[in-house]
């Protein structure tokens, strides 16, 4: 059984994304036209104190891996938007347009057991540190979406928490990750289940 608790690593890098996005707001028009339906930054779980502001939709995988999908995403057919807020929170979402619906289920199934396995994983490389994970449950969005949550922490750090949903709509598969300071108890899950519902059905594969 895992106790709860956020990698300082990750929650870091959700906190420089959202400063860098400050200035970055809109995504070109050749970009727009060619890449998959993506969330607009009123499509996230609403912050208490902070708009969330949207980068431009980018060709390619962020600059940095999401949390627990360390080799797990494909370059190729790949894109992202990466959201932040003036506070503690931030967002990022890649979606692949596989070669067929079949590699997609299948891409879509190896990034559910990347984050189901996330905490554990994690536990055994962080001695001391502590982790839980939980399985939000299924959605019915297109092929399909499920959501989870995953939350580490080291002694001396702030806690912080991740949710996670991912989906298909036939060979074209999308991942959000949801990310600030905190615990799984902290956590907008109702309202995340329908950002990650909105982000699959808007989705053009």
Not at 55 to 61: C, D, E, F, R
Not at 174 to 187: F, K, P, S
């Amino acid at each position: 059984m895992f106790r709860r608790s956020i990698l300082p690593a990750p929650t870091a890098a959700v906190l420089a994304a959202a400063a860098a996005l400050v200035l970055a707001t809109t995504a070109t028009t050749a970009t727009a036209a060619t890449a998959p339906g993506f969330l607009g930054g009123a499509d996230l779980p609403p912050h208490p104190s902070s708009p969330w502001y949207a980068g431009p939709v980018t060709k390619g995988l962020p600059e940095t891996t999401p949390f627990c999908l360390e080799g797990a995403l494909p370059a190729a057919g790949g894109w992202h938007r990466t959201f932040g807020t003036d506070v503690d929170a931030g967002a990022v979402q890649v979606s692949v347009r596989s070669a067929s619906d079949a590699s997609a289920a299948r891409l879509a199934a190896s990034l559910e057991r990347k984050v189901a396995t996330c905490a554990a994983d994690w536990l055994r490389r962080t001695p001391g540190g502590t982790a839980s994970w939980q399985d939000y449950g299924k959605l019915a969005a297109e092929e399909g979406a499920h959501v989870y949550g995953v939350d580490t922490s080291i002694s001396e750090s702030e806690p912080g928490v991740h949710l996670y949903g991912i989906g298909r709509d036939g060979s074209t598969v999308t991942v959000v990750m949801w990310g600030q300071m905190g615990h799984l108890g902290d956590a907008p899950v109702p309202a995340f289940r329908k950002t990650t519902t909105t982000a699959v059905n808007r989705l053009n594969p």
